[in-house]
């Protein structure tokens, strides 16, 4: 009776974490995830998620310890379906604020980075964790002198180059993410880069300035390319925090500040971006959505900066409000085929929204870049299904009526309005970078159908009940246990009626052991991970992927349309900070598939904004360092090599 009122706990206690924390059935929001795109496959990894039917002021966040994947071959429900079959282990990193660098060529991604939600959970970072996406396996670098000094940042900004770069600007250090780390949280001033192909870390600061919370996006331009960061905070030794465009020239390791001009957002952090270019690369778009505001209450808008003019254009709402109850901030952008961006995630700061983030969509919610975009009707221009024969960015009208030319490119509007503020940006944007072909490090297999993440027939459906296989794994595990012990009981009392004397002891046979382990190892190996973006933004513009030639036979529902505009009070204040938490600002509600009307991500107040230039003075942070003066120090670099 004692085996089987354990069983029955057991199995009691394995439907409710699968009905509870699945983390496509039960989901309700995500943010502070990181993501990347490779191939046909947008990868969300870590972060913070709800779990349920809503949100109530007294819930908390839980830790997404899934790996999930999309996949955007499969797009005729307006938004690519969600999977859970990837592997990963309770050894790799659960983070929020982390990102993940994209190495295309050799199907790799690797996990960079990041916030844990308790002390005690805190990692040593002495080997980089990467994600086979061809095997479906996790494996480290191996560590190397170079990467003695680097730290493991939070918040900052990230891209990789086509050189298979990857660059870290900013973020915090703090006992969040540094083991023993002791003392205050601390603003970051370094250029962190990580080189792919040679397996090199370097850690420089070429600026005094303390960053955190923007974005980084790269541009083909000049002679090895430029780096281009917008936004968050930024703390002088004074403690004065400005907003303004921050170039940085590859070839020559050097930090250039240009002012834009146009319809200047409000200054903000934690929001997330994507950059795209016309077809002769003459003009550079780079788009943002949401973050935190001056007011510390998250934001709901859509703007663009075009590059080399240095143009800011507002997109959503228009006309342009100032305040947004249904703001978010930390959600993900991620580029696909050039033209289109998903914005995943994101956190509201009005506590008075309880509802769920589309989670028929699993908070996905699509925007069209380019001249599709502009020509959708009303209010809702720009947010839309995506739409998988759109591959080329079309410069929209309204920027083209900016900086001229056509949608296929030919921009007029070549220098900033007001000149440069330095000379040598002129001959820097004439010329434009294309890096050399990389070639794989190892073998990768031709054939697109091959490079499945999962271990299974690519022609099958990629399994949805990764948790359930573990329950039933589980509960196979212990009936079968049960079954030798009752089987070795029966014996045992058989012989005992035989011989009266024997006291013999029932034994658990090696095989019972065996399937039990068995069990527990298959449940290990198929843990996987929840998120929530970036963000920070975590964001790669990915380039246009190669399709699969198969697509999963089973799609997603389309989102519940109950929630999406639901008309809601002006939210003034900000909501105090959960002390477990890393955020507490969500994103955009969206609508995908069957229905022709897409509406925008948020509800939006209707006070109508200036359009004046507004200079500077970032927000002070929720959660944002005091001015510290300290600083990690000067990096070295590590020669890791892969594990198998």
């Not at 974490?17 to 502070?32: A, H, T």
């Not at 952090?269 to 505001?293: M, N």
């Not at 028929?360 to 024969?389: A, M, R, T």
Request: with cysteine; glycine share 8%; net charge neutral.
């Amino acid at each position: 009776m004692l085996l089987l009122s354990i069983l029955g706990s057991l199995v009691v206690l394995v439907i409710a974490q699968e009905s509870i924390q699945n983390p496509l059935e039960s989901f309700c929001r995500r943010y502070q995830h990181q993501t990347c795109v490779i191939d046909s496959k947008l990868y969300v990894d870590g972060g913070l998620a709800y779990y349920g039917k809503s949100v109530a002021a007294s819930s908390h966040p839980e830790r997404n310890t899934w790996l999930l994947w999309n996949d955007l071959s499969s797009l005729s429900s307006g938004l690519p379906p969600q999977y859970k079959n990837l592997t990963k282990g309770p050894d790799i990193p659960t983070v929020s604020g982390g990102v993940l660098w994209p190495d295309r060529v050799n199907k790799l991604f690797y996990l960079f980075g990041g916030a844990y939600d308790l002390g005690s959970q805190v990692k040593d970072f002495t080997n980089l964790w990467f994600f086979d996406t061809i095997y479906n396996t996790w494996n480290k670098t191996e560590y190397d002198g170079s990467q003695a000094d680097v730290a493991y940042p939070y918040f900052g900004a990230s891209t990789v180059t086509d050189e298979g770069i990857a660059y870290y600007y900013g973020g915090y250090l703090s006992k969040s993410s540094v083991l023993n780390w002791q003392g205050d949280k601390m603003m970051l001033r370094g250029l962190l880069s990580y080189d792919m192909n040679k397996n090199l870390w370097k850690n420089r600061t070429y600026d005094p300035i303390r960053r955190a919370e923007g974005s980084l996006q790269y541009l083909p331009a000049s002679d090895r390319g430029m780096l281009v960061y917008i936004g968050g905070l930024e703390t002088s030794i004074s403690g004065v925090v400005n907003y303004q465009i921050q170039l940085f020239d590859l070839s020559i390791n050097k930090w250039y500040t240009q002012t834009a001009t146009g319809n200047v957002p409000q200054a903000r952090r934690s929001f997330c971006s994507g950059v795209v270019w016309a077809e002769d690369y003459s003009s550079y778009s780079i788009y943002i959505y949401g973050g935190i505001g001056s007011k510390d209450t998250a934001l709901g808008d859509l703007h663009v900066l075009s590059i080399p003019s240095f143009t800011w254009s507002s997109l959503y709402p228009d006309p342009q409000v100032k305040d947004f109850p249904g703001g978010k901030a930390w959600s993900s952008c991620n580029v696909i085929q050039n033209s289109q961006m998903i914005v995943m995630g994101g956190d509201w700061t009005n506590p008075s929204k309880i509802a769920c983030d589309v989670p028929d969509g699993w908070g996905q919610h699509g925007v069209l870049l380019g001249q599709e975009g502009f020509e959708l009707p009303g209010n809702n221009k720009w947010w839309s299904g995506l739409k998988s024969n759109i591959s080329t960015y079309n410069v929209p009208g309204n920027i083209v009526s900016v900086i001229g030319g056509g949608p296929e490119g030919k921009a007029t509007a070549t220098a900033p309005a007001a000149g440069w503020q330095t000379s040598d940006l002129a001959n820097y944007f004439r010329t434009t970078y294309a890096a050399n072909q990389r070639s794989a490090t190892r073998l990768v297999p031709g054939s697109s159908s091959s490079t499945s993440t999962a271990q299974s027939n690519p022609t099958d459906p990629p399994s949805k009940t990764s948790v359930g296989a573990i329950a039933g794994g589980v509960v196979g595990g212990v009936v079968g246990l049960v079954c030798v012990i009752a089987l070795a009981w029966c014996c045992l009392r058989h012989r005992h009626r035989q011989t009266p004397g024997s006291q013999t002891t029932p034994h658990v046979s090696s095989d019972a052991r065996g399937l039990q382990q068995d069990s527990a190892a298959a449940a290990n190996e198929k843990y996987i991970a929840t998120p929530t973006t970036a963000s920070y933004p975590s964001t790669f513009p990915s380039p246009h992927p190669h399709m699969p030639t198969y697509s999963p036979q089973v799609s997603p529902p389309p989102p519940s349309w109950s929630e999406l505009h639901t008309p809601s009070t002006h939210y003034e204040g900000s909501p105090p900070m959960p002390q477990q938490a890393w955020a507490s600002y969500d994103m955009p509600v969206q609508y995908v598939n069957q229905q022709q009307y897409y509406p925008p991500p948020t509800e939006l107040s209707q006070t109508p904004s200036k359009h004046a230039h507004m200079a500077s003075a970032e927000l002070p942070s929720i959660r944002s360092p005091a001015n510290e003066v300290a600083e990690m120090p000067e990096i070295r670099s590590p020669v890791p090599k892969r594990g198998l």
